[in-house]
């Protein structure tokens, strides 16, 4: 019986200290990109950047959102592709037209940047640049999405959607 009692006690100590281990790692899951086959997805690392950004100003977070981010990446990807950075995507298709085939309901803006910035700075220049940062600290947004393409030159294509 004195051995069972011990066998419990040694298991439950074992497991308690593999949970601890891992208590780390779990906070570090929502900050890993999500990649796709063709473009990466970078909300969830910019959240905090941009909380604090819209916070500093009185406004309420921005949360991640996988159908902005999507979209974000589609802009980005196409962008990647062309080796131009505008708003006009394939076809012609405008920043309106895309958005309504993407399902994201007005207002809605967007922002680009293309060089070799990783999340911290391309936040910084677009808070740097009073368009990309009126559409940052826009209080009818809620919710946003960023993504970027690897171009052929080495820089990053970025994209960022915000909506409501």
Not at 105 to 118: I, K, M, S, T, V
Not at 145 to 158: I, K, P, S, T
């Amino acid at each position: 019986m004195p051995d069972q009692t011990f066998e419990q006690a040694r298991r439950l100590v074992l497991l308690s200290a593999g949970a601890a281990a891992l208590m780390p790692l779990s906070a570090c899951i929502s900050v890993l990109p999500t990649m796709t086959a063709d473009g990466v997805g970078m909300s969830s690392n910019a959240e905090g950047q941009i909380a604090l950004e819209r916070r500093a100003n009185g406004l309420s977070p921005l949360a991640a959102d996988r159908r902005l981010e999507k979209a974000a990446i589609q802009q980005a990807r196409y962008m990647s592709t062309s080796g131009k950075m505008e708003h006009t995507a394939l076809r012609g298709r405008d920043f309106v037209s895309r958005m309504d085939a993407n399902g994201i309901a007005a207002p809605a803006a967007e922002n680009l940047a293309h060089g070799r910035f990783d999340v911290a700075r391309v936040i910084e220049v677009w808070m740097a640049s009073p368009p990309h940062r009126r559409n940052m600290l826009d209080g009818r947004f809620g919710k946003f999405g960023l993504g970027y393409v690897g171009g052929a030159d080495d820089r990053r294509y970025w994209a960022m959607v915000l909506a409501a």
